[in-house]
Nanobody
């Protein structure tokens, strides 16, 4: 069982930055693929970014809407995955969810094994 706890959300002005963190429990964190998703009011949850387990050299993928602005990274020593968000726009306003999975592809396709509770990000114009 893996438990995920997100933090770092908040209110920021357009053009600003935030860094989300997701602390994971479990001894197998380094081998887990991790990801971030988001859900805006009235919209479906959507993929944001993913990073593979360290055995796969930590390859990353991003949604087109955040490519070049967001960066996903992981610190296996701290069992933590991060999402650095720069050049934020009001369209980035959403609840952001951390996810973990045994397989990278399941994160990419939105079917991870574990979900966090979410953290709210609000970007004002």
């Amino acid at each position: 069982q893996v438990q995920l706890v997100e933090s770092g959300g908040g209110l920021v002005q357009a053009g600003g930055s935030l860094r989300l963190s997701c602390a994971a429990s479990g001894r197998t964190f380094s081998s887990n693929a991790m990801g971030w998703f988001r859900q805006a009011p009235g919209k479906e949850r959507e993929f944001v970014a993913a990073i593979s387990g360290s055995r796969s050299s930590g390859r990353t993928s991003y949604a087109d809407s955040v490519k070049g602005r967001f960066t996903i990274s992981r610190d296996d020593a701290k069992n933590t995955v991060y999402l650095q968000m720069d050049s934020l726009t009001p369209e980035d306003t959403a609840a952001y969810y951390c996810a973990a999975s045994n397989y990278y592809t399941t994160v990419l396709f939105g079917s991870p094994n574990y979900w966090g509770q979410g953290t709210q990000v609000t970007v004002s114009s």
